[in-house]
């Protein structure tokens, strides 16, 4: 998974066959309070115990509107209200949980304090597995119904004004008059009126921010819980989905590569473990630019007419649109080297996907994908090896979730297993794959060992 930091890091039949993954339906934490009541203490004391790298803070402050030219020269007059839930943006601030909710990619606004405006550039989050909404209005009724804990974190207010004039004059440059006036004028009357009526709808009440042990350690342990049962379910629907394969043909759209003399003598090499590793790159890097030039068949054309040296004319094809590759990471890239002698231009992108130890689920580690993926007329997703199948469902659907269609989609590779193959197609029937050889079921992983001779 990419690093990201704190935003501050038959209809029956068909259902059955989808794939849902682990950060699907994530787990929200909404821990509201006033102003310099620790709220951002908490939430990085909370990711702290917690030591698991999908955990991101959203803070509400991102959510803040655009000002009028008017409203703006008030706010730097500290005269403007950001203390009222009508300074926020709800609408985007629900759409974007949601998606996040249903798993799928979300571009969260940069807001600037010093200028009081939103900046052109956003930042991406994809696929944590808790986000803590920090905000002193996170359990507004408009979103209380997404969250599934609700935090409220007290401290004595002469305390929070204390920490806001530290907080606002070192880090937003203001100065100390107006954030006094500010927080007479606004904030402590807004506490009052919208945020301290949110204590009475919240699940857990921590008065001394950080100091609060007990308190913080609960909220862990059941974040915990919910991630445990997560990762149980997602494990059974792959196995389920293991079962449905086995009902089931090969799909028409596996292309298996003609088994020709040269293919299997090529395959031959690869597989003699008395194979030099220099011999071992230049035939694998051979089989792999036949696989690639494979996958171009299945690419899009459009018809074009040129004329020749000779003054004559040709009917041929162009690309349809732009193709790219992106290569699924777990024990080295080693098609690229193929991608890039085939089509030497491909614009390329990168997931990290490795296999949990103990639960044998395949987690997103990384994920750098090109720019505008999602209006590129084939994508190539290149993994050299393919055994269950896990692997490839969760880089599919992080594609589609980034916009892809599946139809547009061409999965690449050297060796497969069949019962894998199944799973793969059953869930993305649109899917084209390109296999050079069908291989024994759970065969371990060793083709990026032999070519990066570790």
């Known amino acids: 998974m990419e690093s990201i930091p704190p935003v501050y890091s038959s209809a029956t039949e068909r259902q059955n066959k989808t794939y849902t993954p682990p950060w699907a339906d994530l787990s929200i934490i909404g821990i509201a309070g006033s102003s310099g009541s620790g709220k951002t203490s908490v939430a990085m004391e909370i990711i702290k115990s917690l030591n698991l790298p999908w955990v991101v803070i959203l803070v509400m402050d991102s959510f803040y509107k655009s000002l009028s030219s008017e409203d703006h020269a008030r706010a730097h007059r500290n005269e403007y209200d950001f203390d009222c839930p009508d300074a926020l943006d709800f609408d985007a601030l629900v759409q974007t949980l949601k998606n996040l909710k249903q798993g799928k990619k979300a571009d969260i ?196 007419a040129v004329n020749t040296p000779q003054g004559t004319g040709y009917n041929g094809l162009n690309p349809a649109g732009t193709t790219s590759a992106v290569s699924i990471l777990r024990g080295g890239s080693c098609l690229e080297t193929a991608l890039k002698r085939t089509i030497p231009d491909c614009i390329t992108g990168r997931v990290l996907i490795q296999t949990h130890e103990g639960t044998e689920e395949p987690e997103l580690q990384y994920l750098k994908l090109p720019p505008q993926i999602e209006t590129h007329e084939t994508v190539m997703l290149l993994d050299p090896q393919m055994a269950s199948g896990g692997a490839a469902l969760m880089a599919v659907r992080v594609l589609m979730d980034h916009g892809v269609k599946e139809q547009r989609i061409v999965f690449v590779t050297c060796a497969a297993g069949k019962n894998g193959l199944k799973r793969l197609t059953a869930v993305y029937p649109k899917v084209k794959v390109i296999v050079g050889r069908i291989e024994e079921e759970r065969e371990p992983r060793w083709m990026e060992k032999r070519y990066f001779g570790c």
């Open 109 to 304: 606004p940069v807001y600037s304090f010093a200028e009081h405006q939103r900046q052109p550039q956003t930042t991406t989050l994809y696929s944590p597995r808790v986000l803590i909404l920090e905000g002193i209005l996170a359990l507004h009724p408009q979103i209380v119904d997404l969250l599934d804990v609700k935090i409220f974190v007290e401290a004595d207010m002469d305390v929070c004004l204390g920490r806001r004039i530290v907080r606002d004059v070192r880090e937003r440059g203001r100065d100390i008059d107006g954030v006094i006036k500010q927080w007479f004028g606004f904030v402590k009357p807004s506490y009052k009126k919208h945020v301290e009526p949110q204590r009475a709808i919240s699940d857990l009440i921590i008065p001394r921010g950080i100091e609060n042990k007990t308190a913080i350690d609960l909220v862990v342990k059941h974040i915990q819980m919910k991630l445990d049962e997560k990762s149980q379910k997602h494990s059974a629907d792959l196995q389920h989905l293991g079962l449905i394969a086995l009902e089931h043909e090969l799909s028409q759209n596996v292309h298996l590569m003609t088994q020709t003399p040269q293919f299997i003598g090529m395959n031959t090499i690869l597989q003699n473990p008395a194979t030099e590793q220099v011999d071992f790159v230049f035939y694998f890097d051979r089989l792999a630019c036949m696989l690639v030039e494979k996958a171009l068949d299945s690419a899009s054309y459009i018809s074009t």
